[in-house]
């Protein structure tokens, strides 16, 4: 039986690298259901608000969302707004306009107003998170853009919402959501309330020698054994270029390696290096029931060119692949085994695992990995299994081969190390 001092150790272990034990953890599923809580929440906001996206729209819904913000800065909280520069770059003059004479701080990370920024190095690297949090008591982190579901910015107005998810978390694993956007906020911000960031990175409570380990290098994997602490254990992952690199992809990886009876992950863009393609390939192997839902309503072609390069590979192994046709697809979620479950803002392609800046949340749970599961199951029932004859031949080898010149030269230009 293991003793107290030997559970600790293994508990704070598993703090160290990630997992918080005693979260709450509630899926969302689109902005039908994530937006209405969100702005629930920052109504009851009594200090601070802290939201951090890619996309933020000027459409009615995402303006409603800007007006539940700025109600809060007027009674007194603080509020801190960051997006991306490329990917709300279309309606950053509304959002200036809506915040102008307001205490909402509104930051761009990485502005795109100047023809000149785009030789900038490190342009391609893009703030891709999606998170928020409130009071640190509430953090909702995922894949869903402050967008109406209803609307894609390339295709325009669509019938049916967009397949997304992201999380409502409660507990301690706030504290590093928290963290995390305070950072990208603050880096944003070009130094103004910078202390904020700074903060993140003393080592109060660390020795000085593991804090200088954790800044530099950093946990690029989730510990093998988790203690089951109730009601949720759960891990904040992130993808930067400094500390976690390749945190996600290792999170991914690991938990298709250690797979047993099944492997579903959904994921718009797929084009999965090296690591996740043989992990893939094994689990298959060994009869685990791997299935892929990926687009079949593409919004971006070379999107869908890239992961039918990877069809005939994965078909061999018996790995099941489906697209999702009803409408756009953009949710990043898997499960594994029924209790090993992520959703979160990054893909499965170079552009996620080795440029953007991401954030996932892996849960080990059963409960939510089945509400999940459920989720994925309806969408694979509405789905197209793509047939065991696709990607093959010449054609198919020339495909396969543009795709990974193509990729090669994206890595190198982006400036990603390593392989893939």
């Not at 107005?157 to 409502?168: N, S, T």
Request: glycine share 8%.
């Amino acid at each position: 039986m293991m003793g107290l001092g030997a559970l600790r150790r293994r508990r704070q272990r598993a703090a160290d690298t990630g997992f918080v034990g005693g979260n709450e953890v509630e899926l969302l599923r689109g902005g039908d259901q994530l937006f209405p809580r969100m702005e629930a929440a920052i109504r009851q906001a009594r200090n601070e608000v802290w939201l951090a996206t890619y996309i933020f729209h000027d459409d009615a819904t995402a303006m409603a969302l800007a007006d539940t913000l700025l109600a809060a800065d007027r009674r007194g909280v603080r509020v801190r707004l960051v997006v991306d520069g490329f990917g709300s770059n279309g309606s950053l003059a509304s959002l200036r306009q809506r915040f102008a004479g307001s205490g909402v701080a509104f930051a761009v990370f990485r502005p795109m107003d100047r023809w000149w920024r785009w030789f900038q190095r490190g342009q391609l690297r893009r703030l891709h998170q999606k998170l928020c949090v409130v009071d640190n008591e509430h953090a909702f982190v995922g894949g869903i853009n402050v967008i109406d579901d209803r609307i894609d910015l390339r295709h325009g107005a669509a019938d049916l919402p967009r397949l997304d998810f992201a999380v409502h978390v409660s507990g301690g694993l706030v504290d590093e959501v928290a963290q995390s956007v305070r950072s990208i906020w603050s880096r944003a911000w070009l130094g103004r309330d910078f202390d904020d960031a700074l903060l993140d990175y003393v080592p109060l409570r660390r020795r000085f020698g593991l804090w200088l380990t954790q800044l530099w290098r950093g946990p690029q994997r989730l510990p093998e054994a988790v203690p089951r602490l109730a009601p949720v254990c759960a891990a904040f992952v992130l993808r930067d270029n400094l500390r976690r690199r390749r945190t996600i992809e290792h999170a991914y990886a690991d938990a298709i390696r250690n797979a047993r009876r099944s492997v579903d992950i959904v994921c718009p863009y797929f084009y999965p290096g090296q690591r996740i393609r043989q992990a893939l390939r094994s689990a298959a192997d060994r009869g685990v029931r791997v299935r892929l839902l990926l687009q079949g309503k593409l919004d971006y072609q070379l999107a869908g060119w890239a992961a039918e390069a990877l069809y005939a590979d994965l078909l061999r192994h018996g790995v099941e692949i489906y697209e999702y046709t009803p409408a756009f697809l953009h949710a990043k979620v898997a499960v594994v085994d029924g209790h090993w479950a992520t959703v979160g803002s990054s893909n499965i392609d170079p552009l996620s695992l080795l440029v953007n800046l991401e954030a996932n949340v892996v849960v080990l749970d059963s409960d939510f990995a089945a509400r999940l599961s459920g989720e994925i199951e309806a969408a694979l029932q509405a789905s197209s299994r793509v047939g065991e004859r696709a990607g093959k031949g010449l054609r198919a080898m020339l495909h396969r081969a543009v795709v990974v010149w193509f990729a090669y030269v994206f890595l190198r230009i982006a400036g990603a190390a390593g392989r893939y």
